[in-house]
């Protein structure tokens, strides 16, 4: 039986600096797994970095995000 072993890389937040492991390749066990961010917030970190966040700075840009507003 021939298994394909999953690599994991290690990485830098290059939001704070923070080092951590990014599973992308077995994602329900990355470290970023479940954060649902708004699209805004998305398209935010798209155009400031270049690679992955850590789970701590994808929390703290979820939590800040601006409430939606309600439709008028």
């Not at 298994?3 to 704070?16: G, N, S, V």
Request: hydrophobic content about 30%; proline content about 7%; charged content about 25%.
């Amino acid at each position: 039986m021939n298994e394909q072993k999953i690599k994991h890389e290690y990485k830098t937040c290059p939001r704070c600096g923070t080092g951590f492991e990014c599973k992308a390749g077995s994602i329900l066990q990355c470290q970023c797994y479940g954060i649902v961010l708004p699209p805004v917030v998305q398209q935010q970190i798209e155009l400031d970095y270049r690679d992955c966040l850590c789970r701590s700075c994808l929390e703290i840009l979820r939590d800040q995000a601006p409430a939606d507003k309600p439709a008028e």
